[in-house]
């Protein structure tokens, strides 16, 4: 081997090194640009559900507060109207503001009420309803515990106030209370009790975010809450407030947790994913935020890895193959890639490779990495032999299965062992014209043969396939080539 030879495979060993760097440097810089896509897009849904969520949250807390204003409204007009009947009937009231007031609040309620939209999607308006909804609880809380200083003295009245504000939160009949009608002081007491364990209740349901649970963490609250109006007392309601709430609080807490660790494991791996898909011309698929998707998505990628595994392996066959052919004087005329798609990177590579004047040996290398070497007579179209290039081929096979011994020796020197062979005899049965508009060049001169003891031939005979035209719009010419 010449020393040029040696400088030549050098330089493509060197070639190949620094084409892998760059592949490599280009990988990463992809990464890191899907990562920082990724990045970006979950921030964007992050902002766009942080902002739904706050308005899912003032829409139901107005909604609750709606429905508050309308059971408190329902509460101090009946105390008003027995107000309103005791001053009618000329008994005295000690605080008459505290009627006034409640009279004006009264309006005021059923004014807000008439004019709220609680599906409104401005954040602004629907907190300042909120607070208008809140002055409106609490002063209609307050005249009410007023008004009722006011009917003391007949305490059924004072019970059947006490009941009505259970039932504005329960959202159940006297009847479900067996108190309901007593007028000891101890079942007073009680009432008392329920109605503050209720109030407190309320504020506490305002901070539980069931909006942030899972489907299963809001069912089973819910239901607890509901269980509430079964029998009620003033234990089962402190309870509640004082453990249940807590306690889904911190359930939704570790829910969340969980959620956000999956996310970031789900990004993580689809961010592999979408980088094998695109090396490997895979369309991308739909995941579910879930294990299961997690897991779904990791099965595509050790898939996806597995091929891509192949497909280098089989790059490396090929690189050998046609290092190897050309290092024994074989020079390399077109190389060629043939995929089932555009987008793909794998299928059947293919070499052409100069073996005499006029013929030529088509090395194929399948994405299973098997070789197949097939030497032919050139022309440009796909025919069959006549007998005068049978004869020829026939020779030239003979020549070709001697020298094959020596590829296959050097290849087996790299690494490359055939381990199942299959050999065509030199037979007529065997010759073949190879089209080598299959490889996007055209044979220049016509397809006759010089007869074997006569040495004069054409100029364009001699030639031969120098003046090959190569598209370089579709295939590459690698150095060595004609």
Do not use: H
Request: glycine residues 4%; negative net charge.
């Amino acid at each position: 081997m010449s020393g040029k030879k040696v400088s030549d495979v050098r330089l493509n060993e060197q070639r190949r090194r620094e084409n892998e760097r760059r592949r490599q440097q280009e990988l990463q810089r992809r990464r890191r640009e899907e990562a920082e896509r990724l990045r970006r897009e979950a921030e964007q849904r992050r902002k766009e559900e942080e902002r739904r969520r706050k308005i899912a949250e003032a829409q139901s807390s107005l909604r609750s507060q709606i429905l508050s204003v309308q059971k408190m409204l329902t509460s101090v007009s009946s105390a008003t109207d027995k107000m309103k009947g005791y001053i009618n009937s000329g008994k005295n009231v000690k605080n008459r503001d505290s009627y006034d007031n409640a009279i004006n609040l009264c309006q005021q309620a059923r004014q807000f009420l008439s004019s709220t939209n609680t599906s409104s999607e401005d954040l602004s308006k629907l907190n300042r309803d909120k607070q208008t909804a809140g002055k409106l609880i609490r002063g209609m809380q307050n005249t009410a515990d007023t008004v009722m200083g006011e009917l003391n003295d007949n305490k059924q009245s004072y019970i059947s106030l006490l009941t009505s504000q259970i039932e504005s939160v329960l959202g159940t009949s006297g009847s479900n209370n067996s108190l309901s009608g007593s007028d000891t002081d101890q079942n007073i007491a009680e009432l008392e009790a329920q109605v503050y364990w209720l109030k407190k209740l309320e504020i506490e349901m305002e901070n539980v975010p069931l909006e942030l649970a899972s489907p299963e963490i809001a069912q089973k609250f819910s239901q607890k809450r509901a269980k509430l109006a079964d029998g009620r007392d003033s234990g089962t309601i402190k309870r509640f407030v004082t453990d249940e709430i807590p306690r889904v609080k911190r359930k939704i807490s570790e829910y969340q947790q969980q959620l956000q660790a999956l996310t970031s494991e789900f990004n993580e791996v689809y961010i592999n994913y979408a980088l094998l898909c695109e090396e490997t011309g895979t369309a991308k698929e739909s995941f579910d935020l879930s294990s299961s998707g997690i897991s779904s998505m990791k099965k595509a990628c050790v898939l996806m890895n597995a091929k891509v595994m192949r497909q280098r392996e089989n790059e490396e066959v090929f690189r050998i193959v046609q290092e190897t052919m050309q290092e024994l004087g074989y020079p390399l005329l077109a190389e060629k890639l043939v995929t089932e798609s555009e987008s793909s990177s794998e299928g059947i590579r293919k070499l052409l490779l100069r073996y005499t004047e006029d013929t030529a040996v088509r090395v194929t290398v399948t994405p299973d990495g098997q070789v197949a070497m097939e030497m032919g007579l050139m022309d440009n179209e796909d025919r069959n032999p006549n007998d005068d290039d049978i004869g020829y081929l026939c020779d030239q096979m003979k020549n070709f299965c001697t020298d094959y011994q020596q590829i296959e020796s050097k290849l087996a020197e790299k690494g490359i062992v055939f381990e199942r062979k299959n050999y065509l005899p030199p037979e007529p049965a065997y010759a073949e014209i190879i089209n080598v508009k299959e490889f996007d060049l055209e044979v220049a001169y016509d397809n006759s043969f010089p007869d074997e003891g006569n040495s004069e031939t054409s100029s364009d005979q001699d030639v031969a396939l120098a003046n090959a035209r190569l598209s370089s719009q579709q295939y590459q010419k690698f150095p060595g080539g004609v």
